[in-house]
Every structure is written in C-alpha cells, then in structure tokens.
C-alpha cells in the first residue's frame, strides 16, 4: 500500500535511489549520511544503534566484495506526518573472489523527516533469495 503526500513519498523514492547509488559506488560518506545519529540497522539478524557504529558493519560488509550491483523496489510506503514505514525489495549481484552471486532480498524501513529532509531510523535485511557464490 502507498498513502501519504506524493512529494513526500517522491523524497523517500529519491532517499533510496541515493542509497542504491551510494552502494554500487562503495561510498560511506554519502551512505551514512542518510542515516539519523541514532538510526538502528538490522543487518541479517546482527542489529547495530548508531550512525557510525552502522558505517563500519556496513564497511565491514561491502570490503569482503570486488564489485557490487544494487537495484530496488518500492513495494509499500505509508507516510504520516514526520514518520513513515515501508518495505523495499532489493537484487543484488555480487562478486567476491571472482564469484558472482545473485540475491533477492527485503527491507522494512522507518523513515523520519529530521529538518525537511528524510532519513533511514529503522532498516531490517533479509535475504529472500541467492544463488551461486558463497552464501550470505
């Protein structure tokens, strides 16, 4: 389901498109700063509190790969107010160690609007789905 301002949910869109760039590209600066300080991150059942302390597992994740393709989907955003709530399918392809691997996943997000802009408080990973390489 969708429901709220459409320019809010247009700015949420735009906060994931600038999350899936930020990963492809490997970049924690511009992938941190779209975190709040005290964000919480569940990372495939590891679930870390805090702006930095989630860059570095994230830093920790993205060194083990050569190369990473990252691409979402929105499938459900309620916005109400300052807060909203979604969920977010990923498909990922993945190369470590010079084996591709292909993976499917889901993401459920909180999102807060801290000085007009929209930011990640809440994500929870899973894989859904993989296939070759190592798995996750």
């Not at 492809?24 to 700063?33: H, M, Q, S, Y």
């Not at 570095?56 to 309620?78: K, T």
């Not at 809440?122 to 993989?130: D, E, H």
Request: net charge negative; proline share 3%; glycine share 10%.
């Amino acid at each position: 389901m969708f429901s709220g301002p459409i320019e809010d949910r247009l700015a949420i869109r735009e906060l994931h498109d600038a999350y899936c760039d930020a990963v492809l590209r490997k970049d924690p600066e511009d992938w941190g700063a779209l975190w709040t300080d005290d964000a919480v991150w569940s990372l495939m059942g590891t679930e870390v509190v805090g702006r930095e302390n989630i860059v570095n597992l994230w830093n920790g994740a993205m060194d083990q790969f050569d190369a990473v393709s990252f691409l979402g989907i929105p499938a459900s955003l309620e916005v109400t107010g300052d807060t909203a709530s979604g969920r977010y399918q990923t498909h990922e392809i993945l190369v470590e160690k010079g084996e591709p691997r292909v993976a499917g996943g889901r993401y459920d997000d909180e999102f807060v609007k801290v000085d007009g802009q929209w930011l990640y408080s809440k994500r929870i990973f899973v894989v859904v789905a993989q296939f070759g390489g190592n798995k996750l």
